[in-house]
């Protein structure tokens, strides 16, 4: 019967081994699951951040452009005043 015995003990302890291993991957899956969706959902947020900057950018460049043109009008309009004046 020892035999018996050491056979029997070793499957229980192959299958409790087994049923520790399954746990430890789905354990190991939830978790990955999880940085998975905190990665993505803090990629959109940067994503978004980005998108905003950009676009702010591109506002404060267009009204510095125009601030720019309105100043070069002016010194050219000057110009041509101070020339008519003079002749």
Do not use: C
Request: hydrophobic share 30%; proline share 0%; glycine share 14%.
């Amino acid at each position: 019967m020892g035999f018996f015995d050491k056979l029997k003990r070793a499957i229980m302890g192959g299958k409790d081994k087994a049923e520790k291993a399954g746990k430890a991957v789905e354990h190991g899956a939830e978790k990955a699951g999880k940085a998975v969706e905190h990665g993505a959902e803090k990629a959109g947020k940067d994503v978004e951040h980005g998108a905003e900057k950009a676009g702010k950018d591109v506002e404060h460049g267009a009204e510095k452009a125009g601030k720019d043109v309105e100043h070069g009008a002016e010194k050219a309009e000057n110009a041509v005043d101070d020339k008519e004046e003079k002749t």
